[in-house]
């Protein structure tokens, strides 16, 4: 460990973007708590994001500022999806922007935590010649280069507390309950939480769903005595025939469904075919919001403490990651412009189809 006269990092920024989640806080504290009592770090909390560092809008945080936050939900520091090398002359504008602002607050860093899009835009800002380090957070746990993201166990269970609540209105009915998860590329939300919930159907975007091998499931629980099924889909969910067309023709398809999203497309589907009376819940925003799970306040901390002592180092252009169960480093370039989907032979997938959890297919 570098001692505070040694580390390469006197002065970062730290900046929370893309949506919010549990942990954002606790990840926060982390970073601050070690690079300030460990390293003596100059610390300075960008608002609103990439947007903040843009508009200038920067305040320095003292040790009250992220003292009694590790369980409070969203973030301290606000959040915005903005993108700024999205539109090309506004975008131009913009970076020049925040590479003049990050120059006039004389940072020897920055420290982004943020999804996909925020590690991209890191990526993208170091090859301009900015020092960025970055966290990875989301619920939905697609960032390629780490294992986990923070953010993904406290959603799990929440749909997990959700599944379990709907499955006693199932039983009580006779219904089919459909439960959306937030996850539009990526199925790992539905997939973990469908599982631990104890789905009968599982349906990510990864596996375009096949309605009449559904159908055919919820028949035969039917047929043993099972009068309830549980349908866990992800909201990027497609059917066969919608994974087949191009966007612009099944943005047009779902416009004239006037269903409001997957999970009431494939109940009213599922009712149409099997007969069952069938209901659509869809968890939405409830998924990323409160406190974070005892897992993530422990990742977040993790990921927070090691993200310090690579400042102090001076590692710049990598995002904290994890491997198995160790905290690691990637490289920047890792994550840009990538998802991490659940890969077709995924140990899990197999977990549920050995119980018996149709995959829609
Ligand atoms: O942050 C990713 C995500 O959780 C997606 O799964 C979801 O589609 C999206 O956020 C919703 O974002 P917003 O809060 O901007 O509506």
Redesign the pocket.
Known sequence: MESAEQSVTKTFGILTA??D?PGLNAAIRGVCRAAYSRYHMNILGISNGYRGLIEGDVRPLSPEDFSGILTRGGTILGTS?EKPFKSSEIGEDKVKAIKENYNKLKLDGLVVLG?NGTNTTGYLLSQEGLNILGMPK???NDIEGTDRSFGFHSAMAICTDAIDRLHSIAASHNRVMVIET???KAGWLALFSGIAGGGDVIIIPEIPYDIKAISRHLKGRAKTGKSFSIVVVA?GALSLEEARMDKKDRKKLWAESSAPSAAYRIARQIEAETGMETRATVLG?VQ?GGIPSASDRILATRFGTAAADMLARGEYGKMVARTGSGTGAVDLSVPAGKIKKVPKDDPLLDTAAAVGTCLGV
Do not use: A, F, L
């Open positions: 893309g949506g989640c999806r999804g989301t619920i939905d937030m996850g539009h909201e925003h990323r």
